[in-house]
T-cell receptor, first 113, second 112 residues
Framework: DAGVIQSPRHEVTEMGQEVTLRCKPISGHDYLFWYRQTMMRGLELLIY????????DSGMPEDRFSAKMPNASFSTLKIQPSEPRDSAVYFCASYQGGSGGYTFGSGTRLTVV | KNEVEQSPQNLTAQEGEFITINCSYS?????LHWLQQHPGGGIVSLFMLSSGKKKHGRLIATINIQEKHSSLHITASHPRDSAVYIC??????????????FGKGTLLTVNP
């Protein structure tokens, strides 16, 4: 298995633009998580899905952020409009319920200028 | 409030030294994870613990549920162990809960 695949690896965009981050989880994993990492706040959960259904979105900062999981092999995190304070590394992770560790993607480094 | 505290924040060691990183948490948990992140790199899951002790190579993780405390030990440390080590817990909320709460991480630097 190629692991959790995120794209793009790096994204630089101007304030006000829409940004879409993508994630392909490990096949068979029934949980998918979106995390954000910043120097100030460390790692924070944004939202997670179980069997494609959003379970906890309490970490989504505001209405500018939205996440979807249309099927078991794909999820998106969208920011519209983007702001400089959204600059961070965004990680996707997947997990098979009842198993051991979580598997993280390589992350997307987002810079909003 | 559900909190995770790690210590130390920064740790510098000489190659070959025995390393200990600590993690404490505030309320009952269903599982605790130790993660490793190299500079500019991705995050790798090292251990998941709900009780006792686990060992993988030179890494050992222990947890004391009563004291709400876990430790990650590295024996015979090597410069390639230099990374940020992150403790993450799943707080027990009844039913299934897979949300992780993270410590701020410990930056380990092992000098040759």
């Amino acid at each position: 298995d190629a692991g959790v695949i995120q794209s793009p690896r790096h994204e630089v965009t101007e304030m006000g633009q829409e940004v879409t981050l993508r994630c392909k989880p490990i096949s068979g994993h029934d949980y998918l998580f979106w995390y954000r990492q910043t120097m100030m706040r460390g790692l924070e959960l944004l939202i997670y899905f179980n069997n494609n259904v959003p379970i906890d979105d309490s970490g989504m900062p505001e209405d500018r952020f939205s996440a979807k999981m249309p099927n078991a092999s794909f999820s998106t995190l969208k920011i519209q409009p983007s702001e400089p304070r959204d600059s961070a590394v965004y990680f996707c992770a997947s997990y098979q319920g009842g198993s051991g560790g979580y598997t993280f993607g390589s992350g997307t480094r987002l810079t909003v200028v | 409030k559900n909190e995770v505290e790690q210590s130390p924040q920064n740790l510098t060691a000489q190659e070959g030294e025995f390393i200990t990183i600590n993690c404490s948490y505030s309320v009952g948990i269903s599982a605790l994870h130790w993660l490793q992140q190299h500079p500019g790199g991705g995050i790798v899951s090292l251990f998941m613990l709900s009780s006792g002790k686990k060992k993988h190579g030179r890494l050992i993780a222990t947890i004391n549920i009563q004291e709400k405390h876990s430790s990650l030990h590295i024996t015979a440390s090597h410069p390639r162990d230099s990374a940020v080590y992150i403790c993450a817990v799943r707080f027990f909320r009844g039913g299934s809960n897979y949300k992780l709460t993270f410590g701020k991480g410990t930056l380990l630097t092992v000098n040759p």
